[in-house]
Each structure stands twice: as structure tokens, then as C-alpha cells.
């Protein structure tokens, strides 16, 4: 579901996102799970006649391709810069692993933006997971992986949170791609 709120006045942003995540817990105890909108009477009067904001807003579909390819070239960043580390002679597994849980965290946000989801300011990478399943439920595939858990830092430890987030790399861009995102 997505809920399209209305008021009288434009909050900041800051505020918006608490009104929508209260609403969104309200909604979650009560059995059903949703996006929140929200946007003044003056906004949606002013975009009323763009197709794009209204089907946004009506779908929860939005596709800001600039966005999308900012956050997948960081992740790609982060990619090279634990893949690099820890092709020295010692490497600094903690920081492979904080560059894999950041790619990873950055994949999925791609992910979100690409669908014009919103989500809350957080570097939780089973946050992000949990709300990856209501856009596509092959998702719910990644608690399985143990993404969520890329914090150990041995050398073995290390190299699985290499794989692991190659894993999600490939299985976003595949999910972008099949959505119709023009990969870099």
C-alpha cells in the first residue's frame, strides 16, 4: 500500500519523515505495511498536472535515474576500495569490511530510490533488507545470505564480506536492470 497525505501546510523535510514513519507503525500494527507521502495542498495543486509526480505519488513508483547512479558509483567505490585493501600483504580487514557493509547499504538504497521508496537515514543493513521485499519478494533471498552481519574482521571473514557483497551487487543490478535502469 501507499498512503498519499495531504496538509494544509509544507513541513520540512525532518518533520514529514517522522509524521511518515509514526503513520507507517500505526499501519504496521495493525496488520498491513505502506508507504507514506506527504505534501502540502499548495504542492500537489502546483505538480497536479505532471503525470510523473501524480503517478509517483498514486504508485510509489519514481525513478530518479541521477540519484540511482550516485549511489551505485559509490558502491562501486566502496567496492574497489575493500577489494584493493585487501589485495595488500596486510590488510585492514575492518575497513574491507565497513567499504563491503557500505556497498552493500549503498546497492540497496539504489535499489529504494530507483522505486521511489522512501527510508529512514540509517546505515542498518537489515533495515534496508526488510524493506527491499514489498517491491520484490526474491528480496527476503538476502537475510539468507547473512548481509546483515559484515562486521568481523578476520582475513577469511573479510574476504566472505567481498563475496557477499559482490552477491547483492550482482542481484541488485540485475533487479535494476530488469526494471528498466540503464546500467553504467
Not at 580487514?93 to 521508496?117: I, N, P, R, S, W
Amino acid at each position: 500500500w501507499d498512503f498519499f497525505v495531504v496538509t494544509d501546510r509544507e513541513p520540512p523535510y525532518p518533520e514529514r519523515r517522522n509524521i511518515a514513519a509514526q503513520i507507517r507503525r500505526r499501519f504496521v500494527e495493525a496488520g498491513f505495511w505502506g508507504d507514506v507521502f506527504i505534501q502540502s495542498e499548495e504542492i500537489v495543486q502546483k505538480r497536479r498536472t505532471n503525470t510523473g509526480f501524480l503517478t509517483y505519488q498514486g504508485r510509489g513508483r519514481h525513478m530518479n535515474e541521477e540519484a540511482v547512479s550516485i549511489w551505485i558509483r559509490r558502491a562501486e567505490n566502496d567496492l574497489k576500495i575493500g577489494k584493493d585493501e585487501l589485495g595488500t600483504e596486510d590488510p585492514a580487514t575492518d575497513a574491507v569490511c565497513f567499504h563491503m557493509q557500505q556497498c552493500v547499504e549503498k546497492y540497496l538504497k539504489a535499489f529504494l530510490v530507483f522505486h521511489g521508496k522512501e527510508f529512514p537515514h540509517s546505515h542498518d543493513i537489515a533495515l534496508l533488507v526488510s524493506l527491499c521485499p514489498n517491491i520484490d519478494p526474491e528480496f527476503a533471498r538476502l537475510t539468507e545470505w547473512g548481509v546483515d552481519a559484515l562486521t568481523d574482521y578476520s582475513v577469511e571473514e573479510a574476504k566472505r564480506a567481498v563475496e557477499l557483497a559482490e552477491e547483492v551487487r550482482g542481484f541488485v543490478r540485475k533487479k535494476l536492470a530488469q526494471g528498466g535502469f540503464a546500467l553504467p
